[in-house]
Antibody
Framework: EVQLVESGGGLVQPGGSLRLSCAVSGFTFNNFAMDWVRQAPGKGLEWVSLISGSGDSTYYEDSVKGRFTISRDNSKNTVYLQMNSLRAEDTAIYYC???????????????WGQGTLVAVSS | QAGLTQPPSLSKDLRQTATITCTGTTYNVGNQGAAWLQHHQGHPPKLLSYRNGNRPSGISERFSASRSGNTASLTITGLQPEDEADYYCSAWDSSLSAPVFGGGTKLSVL
């Protein structure tokens, strides 16, 4: 059974940092790209970042470039999202999602975690 | 990044058929097709269809997808109360080297 379990969300002040983790099981982790997708309150799904299966390639949505860093530890079957310089508009539920792409992203996600809430507020 | 275009909302009667459209460009939907997700608030999104019509295991045959040019469509037949949800399309955009999502369509089953 495929499982994705996120952790690390919480309340943080503007300008602060958080590190999200997504522990994965049930498939050959390093064979697939992994993504972070978020949903702000009352808004739709928004792609945030993507890392290839090997970890060699990373991609970011424009508004998070230079502030967020995606990484993965294939020995621990875990993907991370380091979020710095957080802004109120980063407030959202953050989902990790298994990409159906192997070497790179595909825009198609067959498994999702339950999500972790990030709230940026003073 | 520019997204895909979906109608914000759609209302249909129980047991009727709903069709949701997703319009993109030759760099995304027109190139590799679109995937469709169902999202009930408080739960993770669920993949309904990918690459223009392939259904993952366990997804009802009431859900079908197709594509014509730069527009993808999701059709849900025999609408049930549990089909009331938000539906999103997504695709890889080769000009952006990034995925793009539609804004979502809120389906109400009356």
């Amino acid at each position: 059974e495929v499982q994705l379990v996120e952790s690390g969300g919480g309340l943080v002040q503007p300008g602060g940092s958080l590190r999200l983790s997504c522990a994965v099981s049930g498939f050959t982790f390093n064979n697939f790209a992994m993504d972070w997708v978020r949903q702000a309150p009352g808004k739709g799904l928004e792609w945030v970042s993507l890392i290839s299966g090997s970890g060699d390639s990373t991609y970011y949505e424009d508004s998070v470039k230079g502030r967020f860093t995606i990484s993965r530890d294939n020995s621990k079957n875990t993907v991370y999202l380091q979020m710095n310089s957080l802004r109120a508009e980063d407030t959202a539920i953050y989902y990790c999602a298994k990409d159906m792409g192997r070497l790179r992203g595909s825009g198609t996600y067959d498994y999702w975690g339950q999500g972790t809430l990030v709230a940026v507020s003073s | 990044q520019a997204g895909l275009t979906q109608p914000p909302s759609l209302s249909k009667d129980l047991r009727q058929t709903a069709t949701i459209t997703c319009t993109g460009t030759t760099y995304n939907v027109g190139n590799q097709g679109a995937a469709w997700l169902q999202h009930h608030q408080g739960h993770p999104p669920k993949l309904l269809s990918y690459r223009n019509g392939n259904r993952p295991s366990g997804i009802s045959e009431r859900f079908s997808a197709s594509r014509s040019g730069n527009t993808a469509s999701l059709t849900i037949t025999g609408l049930q109360p549990e089909d009331e949800a938000d539906y999103y399309c997504s695709a890889w955009d080769s000009s952006l080297s990034a995925p793009v999502f539609g804004g979502g369509t809120k389906l109400s089953v009356l």
